[in-house]
Structure formats: structure tokens, C-alpha cells
């Protein structure tokens, strides 16, 4: 399985202003995705990374308000861009394992905006 | 629109007992389906996945069970243990959408001494 550090693990911000979370896997993987948990709320995917191409993004997500970076096969940042009360969620990064039978995960980035 | 819903939010059993997790879906395009396990302030951990081409996978403790008629599947834990208390959620993914995961809204479990 894959080894998954996040930083920070967890800021409160105040709206209006950005964060930037950054995932670090141990192993050189293609794709890296980016999910969110809203409090009380399931997982829902925000993008996936590809390094060397931008990022895809799923219905109700856009690139200005969730820009990510994929520098190489080993790291991703995702930035929460002019945040308000209701980003207050847990960012997770994850990554596939064999094929799509397996999915592992990054341990989150719980972020409380005031 | 939630395509995989997990109907118990909570769900208490002895321990040495069988813990029994439900999950339905909804899209008849999805061909694997992934549970996990998260801890408070954890990050999910994966536990055990399954093929639509199967009905049944095992690993130790673990056993999902897959009834596409119904669109139905579940997680046995045999025997439920303490450290086993945790959310439990069902994740399904489909060939057209690659790698996402649409993830149900958990189970909290709760294995009792």
C-alpha cells in the first residue's frame, strides 16, 4: 500500500483569505485525486491530478476556487482559494493502488474557516 | 444525488458477535466497490474490495458480499472485535468515471465488550 503524508493537518482560517495543502506519496504514482468531506457529509471527489497535464475537475468544482499543482509523479497541492465559513471541511488527497480495486488515502487536512 | 446510500448511520454489536454493514447503489454502471475504515481524525483506511463479476470476497475477518439483482452489497466482520469500532464506509466506482469513488455517508460501529 502507499504511504500518504499531508501538511498541515489541520489550520483555521479566516474567510477570505487561501490555504494551500500539500500531499506527499512515497511511491511515484500517475494519478493523484483530491477529495472533500463536508461536516456530517459523505467523501465527494474535486479533482483528479495528472502530473504533466491540468487538473480535471468534477461538476460543481472549478479550477479558480480549488486551483491544484502536480509538479511530479510523488506530489500534489490543492489550494482553497477566498474561503468562507462553508469550506470548513476535511481535504483528503488519495491515490489508486491495484488498478480500481484499490484506492488509499491520505490521513486529511481539517480546515476550520471563521 | 446520492448513488450509494448507507441506511444505518449507526450500528452497536457484542463482541466475538458478527457485525453485519449494509450498503445500497443506484447506478448499475458501477463494477467495483471499495469499504473502508476511518478513525476520528484518520484519514479512510481500505479494507476490503470487490468485482461486480464476483459475489462474494474474503480476507481474514472481512467478507463483502455483492447482490447486483438487489444492488446491494455488505461487510461482514467475523468475530467483531473492539478496535474494530469505527466508520465504516461503502465506495463504488464505475469504468466511465475512471477512478472517482462515490462514498455512502458511513456507519458508525460500535463493538462492545
Known amino acids: 500500500s502507499a504511504v500518504i503524508s499531508q501538511k498541515p493537518s489541520r489550520d483555521i482560517c479566516q474567510r477570505g483569505t487561501s490555504l494551500t495543502i500539500q500531499c506527499q506519496v512515497d511511491s511515484q504514482v500517475t494519478m493523484m485525486f483530491w477529495y472533500r468531506q463536508q461536516p456530517g457529509q459523505s467523501l465527494t471527489l474535486i479533482a483528479t491530478?495528472?502530473?504533466?497535464?491540468?487538473?480535471?475537475?468534477e461538476s460543481g468544482f472549478v479550477i479558480d476556487k480549488f486551483p491544484i499543482s502536480r509538479p511530479n509523479l510523488t506530489f500534489s497541492t490543492l489550494t482553497v482559494s477566498n474561503m468562507s465559513p462553508e469550506d470548513s471541511s476535511i481535504y483528503l488527497c488519495?491515490?489508486?493502488?491495484?488498478?480500481?480495486?484499490?484506492?488509499?488515502f491520505g490521513p486529511g487536512t481539517r480546515l476550520l474557516v471563521l | 444525488d446520492q448513488q450509494v446510500k448507507q441506511n444505518s448511520p449507526s450500528l452497536s454489536v457484542q463482541e466475538g458477535r458478527i457485525s453485519i454493514l449494509n450498503c445500497d447503489y443506484t447506478n448499475s454502471m458501477f463494477d467495483y466497490f471499495l469499504w473502508y475504515k476511518k478513525y476520528p481524525a484518520e484519514g479512510p483506511t481500505f479494507l476490503i474490495s470487490?468485482?461486480?463479476?464476483?459475489d462474494k470476497n474474503e480476507d481474514g475477518r472481512f467478507t463483502v458480499f455483492l447482490n447486483k439483482s438487489a444492488k446491494h452489497l455488505s461487510l461482514h466482520i467475523v468475530p467483531s472485535q473492539p478496535g474494530d469500532s469505527a466508520v465504516y464506509f461503502c465506495a463504488a466506482s464505475a469504468l466511465n468515471s475512471g477512478y472517482a469513488l462515490n462514498f455512502g455517508k458511513g456507519t458508525s460501529l460500535l463493538v462492545t465488550p
Open positions: 470487490i468485482s461486480s463479476i464476483k
Open positions: 488519495s491515490v489508486p493502488g491495484r488498478g480500481r480495486e484499490t484506492q488509499y
Open positions: 491530478a495528472n502530473q504533466g497535464s491540468e487538473a480535471t475537475y
